[in-house]
T-cell receptor
Framework: QQPVQSPQAVILREGEDAVINCSSSKALYSVHWYRQKHGEAPVFLMILLKGGEQKGHEKISASFNEKKQQSSLYLTASQLSYSGTYFCGTEANQAGTALIFGKGTTLSVSS | KAGVTQTPRYLIKTRGQQVTLSCSPISGHRSVSWYQQTPGQGLQFLFEYFSETQRNKGNFPGRFSGRQFSNSRSEMNVSTLELGDSALYLC????????????FGSGTRLTVV
């Protein structure tokens, strides 16, 4: 079951904040976040595990609400380099399941 | 250390032909997953291999197949190509369980004419 991401697109000015959401109808074991820049491969940002804590990476952090099977990616004080498409990937709540990605959220940061 | 290597980078094939794509994972990574990426559809899961066994398969027709060798290198094959198979095919490798995330290759851009 493909997770649902929202919003589909975000336009920001440098220094502004954004939140990207990812929700699943299935019980989840983990949520991954990746960023893909145009013409490049997706790059791993972070993973959140069931029962784990909120993770952070520079000014990008994420949370995982197990009750709602939702994850949110927080981008604070955005920089031009944050532009790209953000994908969440989810693994269902059992060992050895595949990583299924949402359709992505395109983030554009301008100066 | 070397990243995930996919060959070839670009490929043009004719409808009805078949194609084989190759993926060499990061040394020590035993899991290899394949994804099809098209505009608007994001990353669609094809299949995942671990220690030469297919553990998971996505909702693609049987024309799409794959395999993994004992050195963890993987190949995917698409037979009887259709125009709709034109896409970027990405493979990603991970340590067992993906706890440290997946590392993607640069992909193979397949164009079917």
């Amino acid at each position: 079951q493909q997770p649902v991401q929202s919003p589909q697109a975000v336009i920001l000015r440098e220094g502004e904040d954004a939140v990207i959401n990812c929700s699943s109808s299935k019980a989840l074991y983990s949520v991954h976040w990746y960023r893909q820049k145009h013409g490049e491969a997706p790059v791993f940002l972070m993973i959140l595990l069931k029962g784990g804590e909120q993770k952070g990476h520079e000014k990008i952090s994420a949370s995982f609400n197990e009750k709602k099977q939702q994850s949110s990616l927080y981008l604070t004080a955005s920089q031009l380099s944050y532009s790209g498409t953000y994908f969440c990937g989810t693994e269902a709540n059992q060992a050895g399941t595949a990583l299924i990605f949402g359709k992505g959220t395109t983030l554009s940061v301008s100066s | 250390k070397a990243g995930v290597t996919q060959t070839p980078r670009y490929l043009i094939k004719t409808r009805g032909q078949q194609v084989t794509l190759s993926c060499s994972p990061i040394s020590g990574h035993r899991s290899v997953s394949w994804y099809q990426q098209t505009p608007g559809q994001g990353l669609q899961f094809l299949f995942e291999y671990f220690s030469e066994t297919q553990r998971n398969k996505g909702n693609f027709p049987g024309r799409f197949s794959g395999r993994q060798f004992s050195n963890s290198r993987s190949e995917m094959n698409v037979s009887t190509l259709e125009l709709g198979d034109s896409a970027l095919y990405l493979c990603a490798s991970s340590l067992a369980g993906g706890f440290y995330g997946y590392t993607f290759g640069s992909g193979t851009r397949l164009t079917v004419v």
